[in-house]
């Protein structure tokens, strides 16, 4: 058990032995805070982890505290300590905490229940994810599931945390646990849909928003992101019916008018295209796609190139990591036979060495701009990429004959 470990490897209430005593004090301390009695339970935890600075749960309940009442960071740092701590005995401080608490438990199952105190924990982790401390609120939903395995809540919440983190492999496995137990959890089924699309699983994932959708059909994202997961299938149409639906759900949804806008794309519909891009940046001024996406528009409207330049840098500027953008400014730029396309032809490379044509386009470039060694460099390396292209391999040709003829 563990965020860098296996959730269902260990047996999480496998006895250590607690001290009753102990157990008695911590007890009648919990039970207050599960009262929402939160001061006289923070100084309850206090006295405990002074006279006992390895007193773990003292400190994580009272980190919980700390965080209810505001004091986020002080919990984060808490936290942070006390997982220090842990580490250095070869545990990780989930197992540790589900463990204690499952000897506490185990002594007195009367005072607090355990599902008070799941919800206790849970609440914790709502708290920290919410104010952006996602690793730190994906402890605490470990935590719970250890405390309730067979809990899909739990499991979803837990699951979503670690998608958000790109722990993808964990994630998978935790959502998978909550399907089993809940076949049609709506929050189960999308995280994981989402995670699917992530990973490039389109059609695993298209299979998972299918069923989702059919649960909650006013659900914004799930319908945004389907489409987006149809869209990428090359279905067209029907992306731009749950899009549609995604945006008479929310008008205001700048990523919605985002994907709308690249649907108009594909059925080269420029001007509404156009119009999709533009509304997603008067929400949001910040989104490189829609920046993108607005250059392709006004190219395919036949739109005056210096507009379409300042789009693509301003795409880049506001992301400089998509390639696509790097790729297509680069060929705004070979038009204008600027030596500057260059130079995003190699970002493009450097980002995406793959992408389709573009060691082709950067090939022509150098030809045009006087770089015959570059040139023949990149042909030969399109050409062996994709030996299907005749246009790369006449190109070559007429590269290789015009070298010998100097």
Same mark, same amino acid.
């Given at each position: 058990?563990?965020? =860098?470990?296996?959730?269902?490897?260990?047996?999480?209430?496998?006895?250590?032995?607690?001290?009753?005593?102990?157990?008695?004090n911590?007890?009648?301390?919990?039970?207050?805070?599960?009262?929402?009695?939160?001061?006289?339970?923070?100084?309850?935890?206090?006295?405990?982890?002074?006279?006992?600075?390895?007193?773990?749960l003292?400190? *994580?309940?009272?980190?919980?505290?700390?965080a209810?009442n505001?004091?986020?960071?002080?919990?984060?740092?808490?936290?942070?300590?006390l997982?220090?701590?842990?580490?250095?005995?070869?545990?990780?401080?989930?197992?540790?905490?589900?463990?204690?608490?499952?000897?506490?438990?185990?002594?007195?199952?009367?005072?607090?229940?355990?599902?008070?105190?799941t919800?206790?924990v849970?609440?914790?982790?709502?708290?920290?994810?919410?104010?952006?401390?996602?690793r730190?609120?994906?402890?605490? =939903?470990?935590?719970?599931?250890?405390?309730?395995?067979?809990?899909?809540?739990?499991?979803h919440?837990?699951?979503?945390?670690?998608?958000?983190?790109?722990?993808?492999?964990?994630?998978?496995?935790?959502?998978?646990?909550?399907?089993?137990?809940?076949?049609y959890?709506?929050?189960?089924?999308y995280?994981?849909?989402?995670l699917?699309?992530?990973?490039?699983?389109?059609?695993?994932?298209?299979?998972? #928003?299918?069923?989702?959708?059919?649960?909650?059909?006013?659900?914004? +994202?799930?319908?945004n992101?389907?489409?987006?997961?149809?869209?990428?299938?090359?279905?067209?149409?029907?992306?731009?019916?749950?899009?549609?639906?995604?945006?008479?759900?929310?008008?205001?949804?700048?990523l919605?008018?985002i994907?709308l806008?690249?649907?108009?794309?594909?059925?080269?519909? *420029?001007?509404?295209?156009?119009?999709? *891009?533009?509304g997603?940046?008067?929400?949001?001024?910040?989104?490189?796609?829609?920046?993108?996406?607005?250059?392709?528009?006004?190219?395919g409207?036949?739109?005056?190139?210096?507009?379409?330049?300042?789009?693509?840098?301003?795409?880049?500027?506001?992301?400089?990591?998509?390639?696509e953008?790097? #790729?297509?400014?680069?060929?705004?730029?070979?038009?204008?036979?600027?030596?500057?396309?260059?130079?995003?032809?190699?970002?493009?490379?450097?980002?995406?060495?793959?992408?389709?044509?573009l060691?082709?386009?950067y090939?022509?470039?150098?030809?045009?701009? +006087?770089?015959?060694?570059?040139?023949?460099?990149?042909?030969?390396?399109?050409?062996?990429?994709?030996?299907?292209?005749?246009?790369?391999?006449?190109?070559?040709?007429?590269?290789?004959?015009?070298?010998k003829?100097?």
């Amino acid at each position: 058990m563990g965020i =860098f470990g296996k959730m269902f490897g260990k047996d999480s209430t496998e006895s250590k032995g607690a001290p009753p005593a102990k157990a008695v004090n911590f007890i009648t301390a919990l039970s207050m805070h599960v009262r929402g009695e939160l001061e006289p339970a923070l100084s309850a935890y206090a006295r405990m982890t002074e006279a006992d600075p390895n007193d773990f749960l003292a400190h *994580f309940f009272a980190a919980a505290i700390k965080a209810e009442n505001g004091k986020v960071e002080e919990a984060v740092q808490e936290l942070c300590e006390l997982s220090g701590r842990i580490s250095e005995t070869g545990e990780s401080i989930s197992r540790v905490i589900v463990v204690e608490l499952a000897n506490l438990l185990a002594e007195d199952s009367v005072t607090v229940k355990r599902h008070a105190l799941t919800e206790l924990v849970v609440s914790f982790g709502d708290l920290l994810k919410k104010e952006g401390q996602i690793r730190e609120g994906a402890v605490c =939903f470990e935590i719970a599931t250890g405390l309730a395995p067979d809990n899909p809540h739990m499991l979803h919440k837990l699951g979503d945390a670690l998608h958000d983190l790109r722990i993808y492999d964990y994630a998978e496995s935790v959502l998978l646990e909550a399907l089993k137990h809940a076949p049609y959890h709506f929050g189960a089924l999308y995280t994981y849909a989402v995670l699917l699309q992530d990973l490039g699983r389109n059609d695993e994932a298209i299979a998972h #928003y299918e069923k989702a959708v059919k649960l909650v059909p006013t659900h914004v +994202g799930c319908q945004n992101n389907f489409g987006a997961a149809l869209l990428r299938a090359n279905r067209v149409d029907e992306a731009l019916e749950h899009c549609s639906t995604a945006l008479e759900l929310d008008p205001k949804a700048p990523l919605v008018k985002i994907n709308l806008g690249y649907i108009y794309l594909l059925k080269q519909d *420029f001007a509404a295209a156009r119009k999709s *891009f533009s509304g997603a940046i008067e929400l949001n001024d910040q989104l490189a796609p829609a920046y993108y996406g607005l250059a392709s528009a006004e190219q395919g409207l036949g739109g005056d190139l210096r507009t379409v330049r300042e789009l693509y840098e301003k795409a880049i500027e506001v992301n400089p990591s998509i390639p696509e953008a790097h #790729y297509a400014l680069a060929n705004v730029l070979a038009r204008e036979n600027d030596p500057q396309a260059l130079t995003y032809y190699a970002s493009a490379l450097q980002l995406n060495s793959s992408l389709p044509n573009l060691r082709r386009d950067y090939g022509v470039a150098c030809l045009q701009l +006087g770089r015959p060694d570059e040139a023949l460099e990149q042909l030969k390396l399109a050409v062996m990429m994709n030996p299907e292209d005749t246009i790369a391999r006449d190109l070559l040709a007429q590269a290789q004959g015009a070298q010998k003829a100097s």
